[in-house]
């Protein structure tokens, strides 16, 4: 069973400057909420027990947001809020740890850094940039460890992007085994249309085994002249194959200013909280 689970959280967030300056794009808000927070709150819902975020300078704001606040707890407690109490204590049985990325080499370099906490396990790989909304019971991520648990091969999760997209993405080598499940046995970073294996791409979750660290240190720096972690799972791919499941969910990039803006609208219709009024302040606004 897959217990331990990485988040890469040491990019600079440029696509989204200039906020990104100040407030790392971990901690952008939907609805009243930073980004990683749904990140974690799949993971543990997921079965994981066990987190490691890798950050880097000026991002102390995220170990601060996960870390215990006695004077507010105490506050909470003695005004009687205890929803609000137990909503900001929901992740106490969860192991939450952190280390630097000293030196910006790519996403690769990132998961290089988490080899001694993996200690030689199968571990899950969530990417900051990607909040993802399951469509079902199971969170994206535990959709993932059970294709682990039963082929016992790396997994992506995988979408299909539109033709004229597949250049800022990866592509999938892949083979249907049967509905929604692939065998991926090669993959591209950033393809031309004329490059590119398929139009699926892997978006946001993948499931490593602990091979890709030996790969990575024989990786050399692609794109950007980064150590890319897709150059690394490519080798894997070729030499165990891989499995890429178009999983069940949706996709918002926080990344992207108008997905942002998108996932606040949806998870803010989603909300009990607000759910009404914001509708009806929406349909005013249309109006």
């Known amino acids: 069973m897959i217990k331990k689970a990485v988040i890469p959280a040491a990019g600079f967030g440029t696509r989204i400057l200039p906020i990104t300056k100040s407030l790392p794009k971990e901690m952008y808000p939907i609805v009243d909420r930073p980004a990683i927070d749904y990140i ?4 543990y819902n997921s079965g994981i027990t066990d987190i490691l975020i890798i ?9 601060n947001y996960f870390d215990s606040n006695p004077e507010l707890e105490s506050f909470l407690k003695n005004k009687n809020k205890e929803n609000l109490l137990k909503n900001i204590k929901k992740y106490e049985n969860l192991n ?3 280390t630097r990325q000293h030196e910006s080499k790519g996403l690769g370099h990132a998961i290089m850094c988490a080899e001694s906490f993996v200690n030689n396990e199968p571990f899950a790989v969530l990417y900051p940039d990607d909040v993802i909304y399951s469509f079902e019971k199971r969170p994206v991520c535990r959709q993932l460890i059970d294709i682990y648990n039963e082929f016992k091969l790396g997994v ?13 993405y990866g592509s999938l080598k ?5 509905e929604k499940i692939y065998k991926c046995t090669d993959m591209i970073e950033k393809p ?3 490059q590119a294996f398929s139009l699926y791409s892997i978006f946001g979750r993948c499931i490593l085994t602990p091979e890709i660290f030996k790969i990575l240190k024989n990786t050399e720096p692609g794109i950007n002249g980064e150590i890319q972690l897709t150059d690394a799972m490519k080798v ?3 030499e165990q194959n891989m499995i890429a499941l178009d999983f069940n969910g949706k996709r918002y990039d ?4 108008l997905e942002i803006l998108i996932a606040n609208i949806e998870f803010g219709l989603k909300n009990p909280e607000i759910s009404g009024d914001f509708k009806k302040y929406l349909n005013n606004l249309i109006k």
């Open 236 to 238: 894997l791919a070729r």
């Open 254 to 257: 926080m990344g992207n200013k």
């Open 192 to 194: 031309s249309i004329n």
């Open 40 to 43: 974690i709150e799949e993971a």
């Open 174 to 178: 892949i083979q249907k085994i049967r």
């Open 55 to 63: 950050t880097t300078r000026n991002k102390e704001i995220i170990e």
């Open 156 to 168: 992506v999760g995988a979408k299909e992007v539109p033709e004229s997209e597949i250049h800022k």
């Open 96 to 98: 939450i740890y952190f």
